[in-house]
């Protein structure tokens, strides 16, 4: 990993040689843009991100649910499901209706509480609507601390007809 | 040996009877036992394709939707030669509603969402494409269609395939070159508004309607320029006159159908905004009354609370002119409806002998359990009978057209009201129903679902359902889910059935030789004998059907049948265990409906064709 990251340290280098060049409103620019870079409110890290190159997100903070382990935010959250129509998209207790069910551990966007709270916050490209616009950040939080109440385990199991459920292997 | 097991067969089905009669008298809804029902002698398609048999241009094969075909190769006593010819992989894995085409030895087909067009040519060994079309298809719009990312299909005229997209556009594309001639948005995304019905084209104009009714959408139909997409009139279903085009030829049969605004009236405040009735089912076309026929969709919310009064003209019947749109008759055939019982059903067109005398009518089997028999220039009912159990009312009064509402199965009746039939699936759902003027019969894919209910409170957000209640669903009386039946609509009477242990939610084929053929959701597809309902033949095909059989000859002069197998739509993805396996869809709530559906059939997205063997 070290190795990799010499090489990168070399890339960059070489890229900052030839920036130099550049007129001042450019290099303020990539000022500019080192410093959005390190603007760790944007990024919510996912646990299956790839990291081209090896390189992690450096600068990111996983967003944090100021309701972690809060059961009354549960149970708001709750009443926030029903409130807004989640509850006929991803049905009752999120079994699943016209959107998909979120008590079955197969997330789409990630299960973490950032990620949740992305998916609520910004909406998703298959018509999950952008709530941000809409909701305030702890609504959003409790929405997320009830969403993830939801789950019943990771790969819920399927049906084997033996009258049996079995741990899913897989599609 | 075969005498006795002859005997006992009998003796299982005379018992059979005697349950099925007592599970009967509990529904107050029976349909006379087979072999008592005769054949309607002097029934015609009231307006029977103009083109050639040979082919198929539009969704239910003519104006009338007869889904009658004069081909007549395949016949009872060579059924059972019927092979696969040949199959075709749509490249989606959704719910396969709606039918092929075939004009000018090329078929046609249309994927549901993202809404492919493929051109197939039939003239080579192979069945090779002529073209594919991808249309430009907003994926938003996935998640605001209620019940699968359906298509009903395309209509072929002018040289074009036309056809809608689920975001709300209608297209035009080239039938040759598969090149888009235009494209027009129609619905409105942010609203709620998608697009899954299968337009008709009739006088140069294309015939289309929104879909939406759990979005709080305001239903419309609307007539483009076949050859331009300008749109040339809207109208809507809820509102005033003005926008619901309700002027001095309006004249509903009955007394409680008529008044100044009465689309907008029958509504709380401007609730009618959002009332749903959408237009996302089939359309008919008369061409000597010059008008086209269509239902509409549930009134929105479920939850009857928001919306008191009749809500027209939601699950409704409305007859509009062609050219100008206005409304000349509607007819309400549930008022407030409390049950999401959409009138949308397939509306066929027929002349049948009416008290000795020819009637032009229109045959509809509504949701709510109803077979209506209707005068299609005016909107009187002249008969309606139960073709399903049902409880929810204990008849129409043909004075008024109204149902007689049993008030123990008002939804609001109590917090929770349990055992409602049909359930809110209908006795019949989009699954459309064919006409043979041979037998004079109706062949009717039903279902036997029972429901209950619970309201709760609900807003309106744009872009968000607007339901307010859950319904879980359960099989009805009789041990079975669904019954493939045939309908005499003079006498409301069923002449045979055939029992399924699903819903059986693909569309119906009849054809001249005699051979009715229909699919199930759980993979079978069946050819049945027309006058007795005997299974001729049956091909397992390789994902639940929930789309509708068409008949061609091929350019070789063979007869071929051929039909979608692709289980989805309402009843297939949302209720259908594990069926959707790969979705995130198999641990829902409604999966009991139908718990052993899943170990018979997988989703799927094939075409497949059949023939006769040279044997």
């Known amino acids: 990993m070290s190795q990799h990251r010499t090489a990168f340290g070399v890339v960059s280098f070489t890229l900052c040689v030839a920036l130099v060049g550049f007129s001042t409103q450019n290099a303020s620019r990539a000022t500019q843009d080192a410093a959005r870079a390190r603007d760790t409110t944007k990024f919510v890290v996912h646990g299956d991100h790839i990291r081209p190159g090896g390189i992690a997100l450096r600068d990111s903070t996983a967003m944090r649910n100021p309701f972690e382990g809060d059961k009354n935010a549960i149970e708001l959250g709750s009443k926030l499901f029903i409130s807004y129509n989640c509850v006929d998209c991803h049905g009752a207790d999120g079994s699943g209706a016209m959107g998909p069910a979120l008590m079955d551990g197969r997330w789409h966007f990630g299960g973490s509480a950032a990620e949740v709270y992305e998916s609520i916050a910004q909406g998703r490209p298959d018509g999950m609507p952008a709530w941000g616009g809409l909701l305030d950040k702890n609504s959003i939080w409790r929405l997320v601390s009830y969403v993830r109440s939801l789950e019943k385990g990771k790969d819920v199991a399927t049906e084997n007809f033996t009258g049996k459920t079995v741990e899913r292997t897989g599609h | ?615």
């Open chain 2, 1 to 615: 040996m075969i005498t006795a097991l002859g005997f006992r067969l009998s003796a299982f089905a005379a018992i059979g009877s005697v349950l099925l009669a007592a599970c009967g008298k509990q529904t107050s809804a029976t349909a006379d036992s087979a072999g008592s029902v005769a054949q309607v002698r002097g029934a015609s398609i009231a307006f029977p394709r103009s083109g050639s048999a040979d082919e198929w241009p539009m969704p239910g094969g003519d104006y009338s939707n007869s889904r009658y075909s004069e081909l007549a190769q395949i016949t009872p006593a060579n059924a059972t030669r019927l092979r696969a010819a040949w199959t075709f992989s749509t490249g989606v894995l959704r719910g396969h509603e709606g039918q092929p085409l075939v004009v000018d030895k090329t078929m046609y087909l249309v994927t549901p969402y993202p809404n492919v067009s493929y051109a197939i040519d039939l003239t080579t060994e192979g069945q090779p494409l002529k073209w594919k079309f991808r249309p430009e298809n907003a994926q938003a719009a996935q998640g605001l269609a209620c019940c699968d990312v359906v298509n009903r299909g395309a209509s072929l005229a002018n040289g074009a395939l036309f056809y809608n997209l689920l975001d709300g556009h209608t297209v035009a594309v080239d039938a040759a070159t598969g090149v888009q001639r235009w494209k027009t948005q129609m619905g409105d995304l942010q609203r709620g508004e998608t697009i899954t019905m299968a337009p008709i084209v009739a006088k140069g104009k294309v015939l289309v309607g929104s879909s939406g009714g759990e979005m709080g959408v305001r239903g419309w139909i609307a007539a483009l320029d076949a050859a331009s997409g300008k749109q040339l009139w809207r109208a809507y279903n809820l509102g005033p006159d003005k926008d619901v085009k309700a002027g001095t030829r309006f004249k509903p049969f009955y007394s409680q159908d008529r008044g100044t605004d009465i689309a907008m009236t029958s509504w709380p405040g401007e609730s009618w905004k959002i009332g749903g009735g959408a237009a996302w089912g089939w359309f008919s076309y008369d061409p000597d009354l010059n008008l086209v026929f269509y239902g509409t969709s549930n009134p929105g919310p479920w939850n009857v609370a928001h919306r008191t009064g009749d809500n027209k003209w939601s699950a409704s019947i409305l007859a509009r002119d062609v050219d100008t749109g206005e409304l000349v008759w509607a007819f309400q055939v549930t008022p407030h409806d409390m049950w999401d019982y959409d009138a949308v059903n397939e509306n066929i067109l027929v002349n049948l002998p009416f008290d000795g005398a020819p009637r032009k009518v229109m045959v509809h089997f509504d949701r709510n359990g109803f077979a209506y028999t209707i005068d299609r220039a005016t909107g009187q009912v002249l008969l309606a009978k139960p073709y399903v159990p049902m409880n929810w009312s204990t008849g129409v009064d043909l004075a008024t057209g109204r149902p007689n509402v049993n008030p123990e199965k008002r939804t609001n009746a109590a917090p929770k009201v349990k055992n409602i039939c049909p359930s809110l699936e209908g006795g019949k759902n989009q699954q459309p129903a064919a006409f043979s003027p041979a037998t004079g019969w109706f062949y009717v894919p039903t279902n036997n679902l029972c429901m209950d209910w619970e309201s709760r409170e609900v807003s309106y957000i744009a872009g968000t359902p607007y339901i307010g209640a859950s319904a879980p669903e359960m099989g009805g009386p009789g041990g079975y889910k669904g019954e493939f039946i045939a309908w005499d609509a003079t006498t409301g009477r069923k002449a045979w059935g055939i029992k399924e242990p699903y819903p059986v939610w693909g569309g119906a084929l009849a054809t001249a030789g005699g051979v009715v053929f229909y699919g199930t959701l759980d993979g079978w597809f069946k050819a049945v004998d027309a006058i007795n309902g005997k299974v001729l033949w049956k091909f397992k095909v390789g994902s639940g059907v929930v789309g509708n059989p068409v008949t061609y000859k091929g350019p070789d002069g063979k007869q071929y049948v051929a039909v979608y197998s692709g289980i989805g739509g309402d009843m297939g993805l949302l209720i259908a265990g594990d069926v959707a396996a790969n979705l995130p869809y198999d641990v829902r709530e409604r999966g009991s409906t139908l718990p052993e559906l899943a170990k018979w059939t997988s989703w799927g997205g094939m075409l497949f064709v059949f023939s006769l063997d040279e044997k």
